[in-house]
């Protein structure tokens, strides 16, 4: 609902923040601006955001205001400018409602007045979202009649670019690296890899390579009955008494909260930062896990985004000079940090013996994708005559990284798929499956036409071969196309068959070797 607000001419907005399904405050937000104008009727103060509040059960504006800007892409991230173009905003915070302020982090969101829309069918942990808004922050070109704002892109914080993809049902998170050396995909998963040895909890992350630049790729630890609450919005909520330091406070606010392991979660926090020479644990890249629904506070969160390390934008001759490592968030040093740690007896160093052999596979394995996304490349490439064939994708649950040549395997899927649309009725069914199995990623394409003969599948991967039996020219025959997906599959240390499908039709397989991935549970 819009309306004219009455203390002056400016458009507002008018909402209702939502907790899931809880009425929270009634909210005006300023058209142009995006910002919160006026709070309205109090519905429940305590599902409040945390850190908005005043001692006299009312909500700061000022406060709830910063944290609706913080809810929105920094104005300072790599391409906003351009993307905020495209898309036809003038400033990040107008995206928010476009998507009603929805998030992967937590569970809030605003929602028209005199609407009658429920969080089950809008939040994005259950409902699929657009990817135009990612796309466009990645740099992809995007027909700006045609974009979709319903994404929680619109939600991400930090200044390096990032998007959520939906990956085998999964809510997972890329993010890219900075020039020059775009290293911090790396780093998060070397962090990962130290923090398994010394049994951190932690989120686990993986490295990934589009277009030829490397991105991080994580699950969502959050579902969709937790939220993540930042060390700083704890602070904003319980004020720091001038005699404590931030450390110690956070640490009583913790414990008053029922975090009763804060302290060891902290000790292992201080000393992972230590070993790779964090530069970037401010307060809000740690904090706490706790349930939307009750309010109850559940643990520590698991330890993220540690990719600011590692010497990530410096020289290799700057990189062991201590005065030019940036330490947060308690200490300006990390040796004057690491005095903070109460216990040193948890580490287990012999864990960390030879790992600088695997820290090399990580760096080696730049060439892994997603095999999903090399499907949905190929199959916006299919031919249009596809739409007259019902195609369809199974995957197993799990994210399914392949060290492959993404353009090359999206050519072999193309090729295989379009041998089926053109060599089964109008109406067949064309089904793409994946799954990992014996370390290695298994691909089929399957069909439900009148299949192949035993002889023509002896040679079927022949060059020029054609199921006539006869030479056949390129621009008819698929034999080059085959022979071509042959030769590819071939090259990347997999095989390439082909089978009768059950009852009828043809099943293209091929294997590829996998990465190493592992998720967060």
Request: charged share 25%; with cysteine; aromatic share 8%.
């Amino acid at each position: 609902m819009i309306n004219e607000n009455k203390l002056g001419r400016s458009v507002v907005m008018n909402y209702t923040l939502m907790h899931k399904n809880i009425k929270v405050a009634d909210l005006s937000l300023d058209e142009e601006t995006g910002s919160i104008v006026e709070i309205g009727e109090i519905y429940n103060f305590a599902h409040l955001p945390i850190g908005t509040t005043k001692d006299d059960l009312s909500a700061d504006r000022a406060l709830l205001n910063k944290w609706w800007t913080d809810r929105s892409i920094p104005a300072s991230r790599s391409g906003v400018r351009d993307a905020l173009e495209i898309l036809r905003v003038s400033t990040p915070k107008l995206l928010l409602a476009k998507c009603y302020g929805l998030s992967l982090s937590d569970q809030y969101w605003v929602k028209p007045i005199n609407s009658d829309l429920e969080w089950e069918v809008v939040n994005f942990f259950d409902n699929d979202f657009s990817e135009d808004v990612g796309d466009i922050l990645f740099g992809k070109a995007k027909d700006s009649e045609n974009i979709s704002l319903n994404s929680p892109d619109n939600t991400s914080d930090g200044c390096l670019k990032k998007r959520w993809k939906i990956i085998n049902q999964k809510r997972c998170l890329l993010k890219a690296g900075s020039l020059p050396y775009e290293q911090q995909p790396f780093n998060e998963a070397i962090a990962s890899l130290i923090m398994d040895k010394l049994n951190i909890d932690h989120v686990s992350y993986s490295v990934m390579v589009d277009d030829e630049k490397p991105y991080s790729v994580c699950e969502d630890f959050i579902s969709r009955d937790t939220e993540l609450v930042t060390a700083w919005k704890i602070l904003q909520r319980y004020p720091k008494p001038n005699h404590l330091s931030v450390y110690q406070h956070y640490i009583d606010c913790c414990k008053s909260l029922g975090i009763d392991d804060i302290v060891d979660k902290i000790n292992q926090m201080i000393v992972v930062d230590f070993i790779i020479a964090n530069e970037d644990r401010h307060l809000n890249n740690f904090g706490l896990v706790r349930n939307a629904n009750t309010l109850e506070w559940i643990d520590v969160a698991p330890i993220f985004d540690s990719g600011s390390s590692l010497g990530y934008d410096k020289v290799t001759p700057n990189m062991d000079k201590q005065s030019l490592i940036v330490c947060k968030p308690f200490k300006k040093t990390y040796f004057e940090q690491l005095k903070l740690v109460t216990s040193f007896d948890w580490i287990d160093f012999d864990a960390l013996k030879n790992i600088d052999n695997e820290i090399l596979g990580i760096l080696n394995d730049a060439d892994e994708n997603l095999i999903d996304d090399a499907i949905t490349g190929a199959l916006h490439h299919i031919n249009r005559n596809s739409v007259e064939h019902h195609i369809s994708v199974e995957n197993q649950e799990e994210i399914l990284l392949v060290k492959m040549d993404a353009k090359l395997i999206v050519q072999v899927i193309i090729n295989i798929v379009d041998n089926a649309i053109k060599y089964t009725p109008k109406g067949s069914h064309i089904v793409i499956k994946t799954k990992k199995q014996n370390g290695k990623a298994v691909i089929s394409i399957a069909d439900d036409g009148e299949g192949i003969s035993c002889e023509a599948k002896e040679r079927v991967f022949d060059m020029f071969y054609s199921g006539a039996n006869k030479i056949a020219d390129s621009r008819r025959s698929l034999g080059l196309g085959l022979s071509l997906c042959k030769s590819i599959i071939t090259a990347h240390g997999g095989e390439i068959s082909v089978s009768d499908n059950t009852p009828h039709g043809t099943v293209f397989t091929f294997t590829l070797p996998v990465g190493e991935v592992q998720l967060h549970e």
